[in-house]
């Protein structure tokens, strides 16, 4: 089956789908994005991920290109020309095209950008054995919370931790461990509570994060929200990572250095649990 994007009001076939060369997202990454799953052609989590989608364009100021309604109708129409049930959605808005000046342009219309593509999961052996990590300086911007297209300080620390065979990244503001580079960060101390940095500007906040923190707390795990330390990662007794792509993934590894007794903690394993159970009450589909 041809693979289609959707590009400001067509479908086109995907090699042909192409954006202005003065579009803002290409010169300045003037833009912000969204990545969602889906299963059983089903939207996982779709109201948090819109809403996210649209405080991001509300704090750069860019205009909705259509209501949250009408792009629903247009990823249920990219979904079916795709002929996939299970996959994952990115949708990109940007300011739109217009002559190369840094100000905002008086009147332009933003460009909104669809494509469909298969479902990026954690491998099985990553979920049942755990995954390796290294530290990266955190090098990005003061607004993290915004979800940008803007990623390089994000794309050099994954490339580090590619280079070094390690599945992310856990970027370092001074001793604290912000977020991953495409992923946020968690570790569970040797007293059982778990914890994760603030959902404040220092990172971006993820909806696989909500979800997890929500999941934890009703089924009694104390949750803590506040920064934590390299130093603190490496003693504690659990690590995880979360994202859209893969899901809730033990840490077992920081810098070369075993996280507990090295093996997948029982908290995370549970918090997996929670989450692909979650998962299968949206989109009926067992991961
Ligand atoms: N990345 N932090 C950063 C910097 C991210 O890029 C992401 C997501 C997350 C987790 O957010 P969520 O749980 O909403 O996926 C945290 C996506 C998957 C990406 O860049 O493709």
Redesign the pocket.
């Known amino acids: 089956m041809t693979r289609i994007s959707y590009v400001n009001g067509a479908y086109e076939p995907h090699p042909y789908a192409v954006v202005h060369i003065e579009d803002r997202g290409y010169q300045f990454s003037d833009g912000i994005?969204?990545?969602i799953a889906f299963y059983n052609h089903t939207l996982v989590d779709a109201d948090l991920?819109f809403k996210?989608l649209e405080r991001s364009l509300r704090e750069l100021q860019i205009a909705l290109p259509m209501s949250i309604r009408s792009m629903g109708i247009v990823i249920r129409e990219l979904i079916e020309r795709n002929g996939r049930a299970d996959g994952?959605l990115?949708i990109q808005i940007t300011r739109g095209v217009a002559k190369r000046d840094h100000a905002f342009p008086k009147h332009t219309t933003p460009s909104l950008v669809m494509t469909v593509c298969q479902a990026k999961l954690p491998k099985e052996k990553e979920v049942r054995e755990g995954v390796k990590v290294i530290t990266q300086p955190d090098i990005r911007w003061g607004r993290?919370d915004i979800?940008s297209v803007s990623?390089l300080a994000?794309i050099l620390a994954k490339q580090k931790a590619s280079e070094k065979h390690a599945r992310e990244a856990w970027l370092v503001d001074g001793d604290i461990i912000s977020?991953?580079?495409?992923?946020?960060s968690y570790i569970v101390t040797k007293a059982g509570e778990l914890v994760t940095h603030p959902a404040n500007e220092f990172?971006?906040?993820?909806?696989?994060?909500?979800v997890v923190l929500r999941l934890a707390r009703k089924n009694g795990i104390k949750v803590s929200e506040r920064a934590f330390s390299v130093a603190e990662a490496k003693k504690a007794a659990e690590a995880f990572l979360?994202?859209?792509?893969?899901n809730v993934l033990p840490v077992v590894e920081i810098d070369g250095i075993k996280v507990g007794d090295g093996k997948v903690g029982v908290i995370t394993r549970q918090l997996n649990t929670l989450y692909t159970a979650h998962i299968f009450k949206q989109t009926g589909k067992q991961l």
């Not at 977020?179 to 946020?184: F, H, L, T, Y």
């Not at 990172?203 to 909500?210: A, M, N, V």
């Not at 979360?242 to 893969?246: L, R, V």
């Open positions: 994005y969204e990545y991920h996210r994952g990115y993290r979800k990623l994000n977020e991953g580079s495409a992923s946020n990172i971006l906040g993820g909806i696989t994060r909500d979360t994202s859209t792509s893969a």
